[in-house]
């Protein structure tokens, strides 16, 4: 189904959530700048809310979070986060609509379901919330019965749950044990209580995990009826994630095992039902998402593939960052400093990056191929590009159709961010910066 060209993934690759990428940001923006965007935001606006605390802290993460196990810091950060919402929403204008907003983090579940309708009742007061789309990320392990009447309330209908893996023996080489009966508990919960599209989150490449125990959890998977699964490659990078120190980087698959776990994952779900949405996300038919890909409607942000169409994002909370059309900022990544900018009634303007009209050239032909798999190309994009493209069209990896129309074919799946990646002006080639290709 997927031929394998190892020297072709060997290159560490962007995600390619935005572009350019986090890793071309810089301090040169200021809150003054930040101010300005949201300030001429129109029409409909999303929402990321960022929780940057989890009751237990897994190995492999590599997300901003920490222990929430400090009542006072987490309750500082909370007043902090509301005085952000209460100046966005003095700087949004009139006739702006929240359409969306996703709960992200860490675990939003970290902090107390009081804490939770606190929060909520802050973007209700000073925002202007447009019978928004809701959906949260959750740590099944930390997710009580109290929890149904919160989401009930907030007319939350999206929520995400990372399992990883189902394997118990995998869960013990990564710190994320959480028995089948959790699972059983949190699925449940969530369906009474109005969700109505469930995603898993899941990997493959952990240490010492077999083709088995990943057709083990996907069948699972299926069998829990998630509407979407998110199937990601884990990233062994323990000199940047001190954490990873503690799960053993010898027992790990090489990459010919990796691309065989993407690949047979891939032909897995799609046996049973699921729709492939870009390249490592999976949806039912009748989930917004799969009808964004039979629609052509689906878009890529900070959340990875999605169905939102809003041009502008506003990330609120610590290393929260946001979109707009000329501009990508983000937010103090430091929860401290980002307290005490917050304490002086300033945005927490962190580092980010100005769009400039190449880019936006640029982004839209990356977000095309990873998102439709073809892309109408500007001659002088495709001329840059093509040293870079030759690769991977002489194996019949891309195609030129035409004089501008450079299509990725259903087989060459696995080697879209790469092949996206040759309009990337910005790339680095450090492994250290980015994950691997597959």
């Known amino acids: 189904m997927w031929p394998y060209h190892p020297d072709l993934l060997a290159t560490p690759v962007p995600r390619y959530t935005s572009f350019p990428t986090a890793a071309e940001f810089g301090p040169d923006i200021t809150p003054e700048r930040q101010a300005a965007a949201i300030s001429t935001a129109t029409g409909d606006v999303s929402l990321y809310v960022h929780i940057p605390f989890c009751e237990k802290i897994c190995w492999y993460c590599g997300c901003n979070t920490s222990a929430a196990n400090r009542s006072q810091r987490l309750a500082s950060y909370l007043d902090s986060l509301h005085r952000e ?44 919330l ?9 740590d099944p392990r930390s997710l009580g019965a109290e929890w149904e009447g919160v989401f009930g309330a907030v007319g939350a209908t999206h929520a995400s749950l990372g399992v990883q893996t189902f394997a118990p023996h995998l869960q013990e080489a990564i710190g994320r044990v959480q028995p089948r009966e959790t699972i059983d508990a949190a699925v449940a919960m969530l369906r009474r209580a109005g969700i109505t599209s469930l995603n898993f989150d899941l990997m493959y490449g952990l240490p010492g995990q077999t083709m088995a125990d990943l057709d083990e959890t996907l069948d699972l998977a299926a069998q829990y009826g998630a509407d979407r699964i998110a199937l990601f490659g884990y990233a ?14 010898s027992n790990l698959p ?95 303007t962190g580092h980010g990056k100005e769009r400039s009209v190449d880019d936006r050239r640029r982004g839209a032909v990356i977000e095309e191929l990873l998102c439709r798999g073809r892309a109408r190309v500007a001659a002088d994009l495709l001329a840059d590009a093509m040293p870079r493209l030759v690769p991977y ?19 060459a799946l696995p080697y879209a961010r790469s092949i996206a990646a040759a309009f990337d002006p910005y790339r680095q080639q450090s492994p250290r910066r980015f994950s691997s290709a597959i």
């Open 85 to 128: 919402i209460a100046l966005v929403g003095q700087l949004l204008p009139a006739g702006t609509r929240v359409a969306r907003i996703a709960f992200g983090g860490g675990s939003p579940n970290a902090i107390s379901p009081v804490d939770f309708v606190r929060l909520f009742q802050q973007l209700v007061l000073h925002l202007p």
């Open 236 to 249: 062994h990078v323990p000199h940047l994630l001190p954490r990873q120190r503690r799960i053993d980087g």
């Open 393 to 411: 069209l002489e194996p019949g990896l891309a195609l030129i159709e035409g004089q501008c129309m450079l299509v990725i074919p259903p087989h």
């Open 254 to 348: 090489d990459g010919q095992m990796r691309f065989a776990m993407a690949r047979d994952g891939h032909k897995h779900l799609l046996g049973k039902g699921y729709k492939p949405v870009g390249f490592d996300h999976f949806a039912l038919p009748g989930d917004p998402m799969a009808r964004a890909v039979k629609d052509g409607t689906l878009r890529r942000n900070f959340q990875g593939f999605t169905d939102d169409q809003a041009q502008v994002l506003i990330g609120l909370g610590a290393s929260s960052i946001s979109s707009f059309p000329d501009l990508l900022v983000q937010n103090e990544k430091n929860s401290g400093r980002y307290r005490m900018i917050l304490s002086q009634s300033q945005l927490p």
């Open 130 to 138: 447009n019978n928004p789309l809701v959906s949260v990320e959750l």
